[in-house]
């Protein structure tokens, strides 16, 4: 395991490999055999969930609510009234960000101590098999060490308008998710800190790859936070997620929001809601945009089973973290697939 104040190597940005026009990947981007790309075709898609059937049919939008956070930790969310143009806006504008010349996205590179700034390699373990993909990623609430940059000029308003509409989504959220565990409406919001959630985001840019078979965009993994908000590209999917060990293809919803259950909530929930793993593949002719949202507890918020979901026949599986302690604890590794939180399981 290398340091976690510097990259084992230097790092290489993606979209510049891309451009190279080589034929073939380097090897640090080929994947063993088993972890590539393979599909099952399917015509199943993950649950969509009409946000506005939370007035005009509650009770069946609940139990869809319910089924899509047990069943699925996935789910797409569509008339969620984030307006169309802000959420193109909102990935266009990062889109943007990664097309500018490497001499301004090195300002912004990033170490492994934080992981903000611009960024195109997750852990510090040396010769690592690698992701094909470049990301911004940013601390943004609480704000003080947000590391914005500076153009897109209009970039921090579009997420200032953005983030507001994800908490005012959150909010509604987080107490379906209460009341469908038996729980008074806000206590998974106060579980989380309260008015105070922290909040994180990841811009990812998938460039065009020669040898989409050979590597993925972002190796399978389980998101550590609380609950994940995802604007996928228009134009292309690449998302999978993995359902009873088969790859299944997230099927995109025209102006839908991509919601999943990360870590945190699985934590919270005693595993009656599940962080599901998901990866992503690459193209040979289309690149990718996509912006994750992450809205977390606050870092000092201790993490642990709620009360009354823990009973004799169903004990506490985990032990109590804060949020920044599990952090670090993932931190200098890459994406693990669920290892990270199945560690965690108290011993019995
Ligand atoms: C992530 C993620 C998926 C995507 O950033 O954690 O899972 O479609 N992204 O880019
Ligand atoms: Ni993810």
Known sequence: ????????????????????????IPDQYIKPPQERPSLCPTDTNIPVIDLAGLISSREETMTQMLEACREWGFLQLVNHGVKTEL??????????????????????????????????????????ILDWNDYYYLNYRPFFQTKWPDHPPSLRDVMEEYSKEILRLGKILLKVLSINLGLKEDCLQNAF?????????RANFYPKCPQPELTLGLSSHSDPGGMAF?????????????KDDRWIVVKLEPNAIIVNIGDQLQVLSNAIYKSVEHRVVVNPEIERASLAYFYNPRNDMIIQPILKLVTSKRPALYPPMTFEEYRRFIRTRGPQGKLQVNSLKSPR
């Not at 995802?230 to 993995?242: C, N, T």
């Open 1 to 24: 395991m290398g340091s976690i104040e510097d990259w084992p190597e230097p790092v290489v940005c993606v979209k510049s490999l891309s451009e190279s026009a080589n034929l073939l």
């Open 87 to 128: 959420v193109d806006q909102a990935r266009e504008i990062w889109r943007e960000f990664f097309h500018q010349p490497m001499e301004v996205k090195k300002k912004y590179a990033n170490s492994p101590k934080t992981y903000e700034g611009f960024g195109s390699r997750l852990g510090v373990e040396k010769g690592a």
């Open 193 to 201: 800190g309260g008015e105070d959630v922290g909040t994180c985001l």
């Open 230 to 242: 995802l604007i996928p590209d228009k134009q292309v999917s690449g998302l999978q997620i993995l």
